[in-house]
């Protein structure tokens, strides 16, 4: 299984196939990550202000709706698991965290966690 960094332009092809399925203003929430600084830079240039980037707290993990989610599949939905190989591993994260689309409440719950003001 090949991998590879997630770039400033992998952000923002993402978050262009988003705006298109969307199609209204997007609110983004992003730690740090110097792909997201790339993708702020150049989101703004080509949207202005129909897409607003807010950057959390330098270290501030229990703000991040992501960390909630991937603590829930961690030290919740794995704790116990024991992959077979990488293959497995990277299977059953996947299935987690896809699950997760059936389940609002759940999503839900990591944002009111979060205590973020949106």
Known sequence: ???????????LAF???LRRHLKRPLR????????HKKAARLLHNLYGHRVQVACLPAYAPELNVVEQCWGHT??????NFIPHDINDLASEVAHSLLAKHQRPDLLCAF??????QL
Request: zero cysteines; glycine letters at 8%.
């Open 1 to 11: 299984m090949a991998s590879s960094n997630i770039t400033g332009d992998d952000v």
């Open 28 to 35: 983004l929430m992003w730690d740090h990550f110097s792909g």
């Open 111 to 116: 944002l009111q966690h979060s205590q973020l």
């Open 15 to 17: 978050v262009q196939q």
């Open 74 to 79: 961690k030290y919740g939905e794995m704790a």
